[in-house]
């Protein structure tokens, strides 16, 4: 009976503090609203990155955006603009033979929504992101294996911000 009684008590501290976290506005991180304007767009992107631009198609696909060409673009389609993505590197650490062991990479990048016109309605915005990397001074094939997966993931991180960041147009 007392095994059964704290088990009941267990459940209903679970449910309060469930009910108290969506009471206090608590959203799921990553879930996007995005003004309807931007429902269906155009994408024109000098990002220098192909991990980049796919990473945000499929992220602007989650969140409900469709992407046509310039050519299906009527005079109320908002273009969504993407300059180069800059990269910065800063020495964190140096082993005991003084090669450089870990980096701290910063990927930045300006964005704008414009009009089919040309006038930009929202931005310029940045977005950036910045993650340490180890084992730079591992082996060469193993240190660009390493290197290459995590700018993978950093543009994902870049292309969820844009995306996020996106919920925010006043449009």
């Not at 608590?26 to 631009?53: A, C, N, Y």
């Not at 673009?73 to 140096?94: C, F, G, H, M, P």
């Not at 990479?105 to 940045?126: C, D, E």
């Amino acid at each position: 009976m007392i095994a059964a009684l704290s088990k009941t008590n267990r459940l209903l501290i679970l449910a309060l503090f469930s009910m108290s976290l969506v009471a206090c506005g608590f959203h799921l991180r990553g879930q996007v609203d995005l003004p309807d304007q931007l429902k269906v767009i155009t994408l024109t992107s000098d990002s220098g990155s192909e991990d980049f631009d796919r990473s945000l198609r499929i992220a602007l696909a989650s969140a409900g955006v469709t992407i046509i060409n310039e050519a299906d673009a009527t005079e109320a389609t908002y273009n969504l603009k993407v300059n180069a993505i800059s990269s910065s590197d800063t020495e964190l650490a140096r082993n005991a033979s003084n090669d450089v062991s870990q980096v701290q990479r910063r990927l930045t990048s300006h964005y704008f929504i414009r009009q089919a016109n040309g006038k930009a309605v929202y931005g310029p915005r940045t977005i950036s992101t910045t993650r340490t990397l180890t084992n730079q001074d591992a082996e060469e094939s193993a240190k660009l294996s390493y290197n290459q997966s995590q700018m993978q993931s950093m543009s994902e991180d870049l292309a969820d911000q844009l995306v996020y960041d996106l919920n925010y147009a006043p449009l």
